[in-house]
C-alpha cells in the first residue's frame, strides 16, 4: 500500500489586504490539509482554507496570570488574540527549527502544507531557511511569491518606491535582524551614500539609531521620510516628515509595529497621491477618521457568514473578534421540504425571511433537477435587502418587499394588498424560528405550510468559550452585535451565569425580535438598526458614535 506523500507550499500572503492574495495562493489554501501561519497573516486569509487545520507558529507566549484562560495564546490556535500582537513584552519568536521540524512531520505524515508567510516568502520571511530545511531532508516544495510590504504598503500610502523624476533605484533592508548575529550586517552609513529610496521593514524600535546613522553617513537632515503602520489594512497610519523629525513624529503620534519606514524624495509624494484613506470625507473635503476606528467589535453570526459584517466593520477601522454563536445546519430530514416543492403550485405565495432560507431552498430545488421556472406561477414575497439579493442570485425578483425589514411590515404588506384571507403561504425556514407570521396569517383567514429548510445550532466549542470569557473580562471588547435571536440565546448560554448581567461592552441588536431576546436575559440593547440589515446595523453603529 502507497503511503501518500506530503508537501509543503511556502506561500505569500501578501501585505495584510486579504484581497492582495495571490489566485495561486488561494488555491492551494483550498485543497490544504493544513495550515501553518505567521502572526502577521490576516486572519480572513485563512477563511480561504476551509476546514483544514490551522496551526499558529509565528509566537511563542510566555503566559501572563490574567491571560491563563485565553485559547488565543496556545500554539496551534486558529484563531491568535490580536491583544497579544505587535510590541508585546509577554511574546518571543518561536526558534525557527521548531517550526522547520513542524513541517517537516507534517508532510511526512502524508499532508498537503500550505506554510503562509506575510508579504512574499523569500524577502525577509524566512522562506529561504525552510525551504533548505526541506530540500536537505527530502521534502518536496513549492514556493508561492507573495506581494512584497516593500511596495504595497508605501503604494497605499500613495508613494511610488521608484519615480523616474525621484529616484531610479531602491533598496530593501529589514531592521530587524537574526538576534542570533554577533555584529549587524546592515552599514546603514554605507546605505546613506546610496541614494535612492530606502525601505526599512520592522524598523520602529531601531528607527532612532536607524536615523543617526544615516544622518551620520551623509544623508541630509531634511531627506523625506514617512512611516506607515499596518499598512493596506484599515488600521493603516501614516507620519510623514524629513529626517530631523521623524523620530518625534513616530513617538508623538506613538506609531508601532508593524510598520514600513520609507526614506528618499518619494515620500513627499504622498501627500498628492494618497489614495487609500481609511474613514469618511467630511464637510470640508478632509478625510476623518471613521468613528468605529480603533473600537472593537465582537460579532456572532454563524462563521459562514460572518465574513460581510466583519469586512464593513474592518472598513470603518474597527477591529473585529468572532465568537461564531451558531452553525447552520441541513434539515434533518429533506423529506418535508420536497413534499413542498412538489406541490409548490398548490400555494399561492412563496415568503422568505432570511438569506439561509433561500439559498437552501434553491439548493434544494436543484437537487430534484428543478430550477425556478417550476414556481411559476407562485408569487414570492422577502423581508429584507440581503434576501432579496439572494433571491436575485437564482434569477427571480421579489413580487413583495416591505421597507422595513420585519414580519409586521411583511404582514402588513400583504394585508394590504389583500393577499392573505383564503390564500395559501409556504414558509421554507430555521427549525427555530419565531411563530409569529405564522400565527398571524392564520388569524387573518390564510393557510400556513412551514417546512424546515435548514437548521441552527450552537457553534461552542470549549476554546472558543474560554476565548469569549476572557475577552469580555479583560474589557478589550467596546461592542457585541446579534443578528438574530439565535446568536442572542447561544451567547448568553456560552458564558457563566455570573457574567451574563454584568457585560461591559454595548450590545447592539439588528431588529426587535433580537431586541425582544435580549430583554428576555435581562439584557438592554444598547443600539437596534434602524435598517434591519447587516448595513443598517454598521450604520447605526457608526452614528452612535459620531
Not at 194 to 205: A, C, D, K, N, P
Not at 420 to 437: E, N
Request: contains cysteine; proline residues 5%; positive net charge.
Amino acid at each position: 500500500m502507497n503511503k501518500k506523500k506530503g508537501k509543503v507550499y511556502l506561500i505569500g500572503a501578501g501585505p495584510g489586504d486579504a484581497g492582495l492574495l495571490t489566485l495561486k495562493g488561494a488555491e492551494i489554501l483550498r485543497a490544504a490539509d493544513c495550515v501553518v501561519f505567521d502572526w502577521l497573516v490576516n486572519p480572513a486569509i485563512l477563511e480561504w482554507a476551509g476546514q483544514a487545520e490551522k496551526i499558529y507558529a509565528g509566537k511563542n507566549i510566555k503566559f501572563k496570570k490574567k491571560a491563563m484562560s485565553s485559547p488565543g495564546l496556545t500554539r496551534g490556535s486558529s484563531r491568535l488574540d490580536s491583544r497579544f500582537r505587535g510590541n508585546d513584552k509577554s511574546l518571543k519568536y518561536i526558534e525557527q527549527d521548531e517550526t522547520n521540524s513542524l513541517l517537516v512531520r507534517l508532510a511526512k505524515a502524508g499532508k498537503t502544507v500550505a506554510r503562509l508567510k506575510g508579504g512574499d516568502p523569500f524577502i525577509f520571511g524566512r522562506g529561504g531557511e525552510e525551504a533548505s530545511y526541506l530540500k536537505k531532508r527530502g521534502i518536496p516544495f513549492e514556493v508561492v511569491p507573495g506581494i512584497s510590504a516593500g511596495y504595497a504598503v508605501p503604494a497605499y500610502a500613495g508613494i511610488p518606491v521608484t519615480d523616474r523624476r525621484f529616484a531610479s533605484l531602491v533598496t530593501f533592508v529589514t531592521a530587524h535582524e537574526n538576534p542570533a548575529k554577533t555584529e549587524a550586517s546592515v552599514d546603514w552609513r554605507k546605505l546613506a551614500g546610496i541614494g535612492g529610496t530606502l525601505v526599512s521593514f520592522m524598523g520602529v524600535r531601531t528607527l532612532p539609531a536607524v536615523v543617526s546613522s544615516l544622518i551620520e553617513g551623509g544623508r541630509p537632515a531634511k531627506t523625506p521620510a514617512a512611516v506607515i503602520e499596518w499598512g493596506t489594512l484599515p488600521r493603516q497610519r501614516m507620519v510623514t516628515g524629513t529626517l530631523k523629525n521623524i523620530v518625534r513624529l513616530v513617538r508623538e503620534k506613538k506609531i508601532e509595529s508593524p510598520a514600513v519606514t520609507v526614506i528618499g524624495e518619494v515620500a513627499r509624494l504622498s501627500k498628492e497621491l494618497a489614495w487609500f484613506h481609511p474613514g469618511k470625507m467630511g464637510a470640508n473635503g478632509c478625510r476623518a477618521a471613521s468613528p468605529l476606528m480603533g473600537k472593537t467589535v465582537l460579532i456572532t453570526r454563524a462563521r459562514a457568514q460572518a465574513s460581510s459584517l466583519r469586512e464593513a466593520l474592518e472598513k470603518e477601522g474597527a477591529r473585529v473578534l468572532e465568537f461564531p454563536a451558531i452553525k447552520i445546519l441541513p434539515p434533518e430530514s429533506w423529506q418535508p421540504l420536497d413534499s413542498a416543492i412538489a406541490e409548490i403550485r398548490s400555494f399561492h405565495w412563496l415568503l422568505f425571511t432570511s438569506v439561509n432560507g433561500v439559498e437552501s431552498f434553491f439548493g434544494r430545488l436543484a437537487h430534484l433537477r428543478r430550477d425556478s421556472r417550476w414556481l411559476a406561477p407562485v408569487r414570492i414575497g422577502v423581508i429584507g435587502e440581503a434576501t432579496e439579493k439572494a433571491l436575485e442570485s437564482f434569477g427571480l425578483r421579489a413580487d413583495l418587499m416591505p421597507k422595513r425589514f420585519t414580519s409586521e411590515a411583511l404582514l402588513a404588506e400583504l394585508s394590504r394588498a389583500g393577499a392573505v384571507k383564503g390564500q395559501s403561504f409556504l414558509l421554507p425556514r430555521t427549525d427555530i424560528a419565531p411563530d409569529y407570521l405564522r400565527r398571524e396569517i392564520e388569524k387573518r383567514g390564510g393557510r400556513v405550510t412551514e417546512v424546515v429548510a435548514y437548521r441552527t445550532v450552537p457553534s461552542r466549542s470549549a476554546q472558543e468559550k474560554r476565548a469569549l470569557e476572557n475577552w469580555l473580562k479583560t474589557g478589550r471588547v467596546d461592542y457585541v452585535t446579534f443578528t438574530s435571536s439565535s446568536t442572542v440565546k447561544n451567547f448568553f448560554e456560552a458564558l457563566p451565569r455570573s457574567q451574563r448581567r454584568r457585560l461591559a461592552p454595548r450590545l447592539v441588536s439588528i431588529g426587535p425580535v433580537t431586541s425582544q431576546t435580549l430583554r428576555s436575559y435581562g439584557c438592554r440593547p444598547h443600539l437596534e438598526a434602524r435598517e434591519h440589515s447587516i448595513p443598517g446595523l454598521v450604520n447605526t453603529l457608526i452614528q452612535s458614535i459620531a
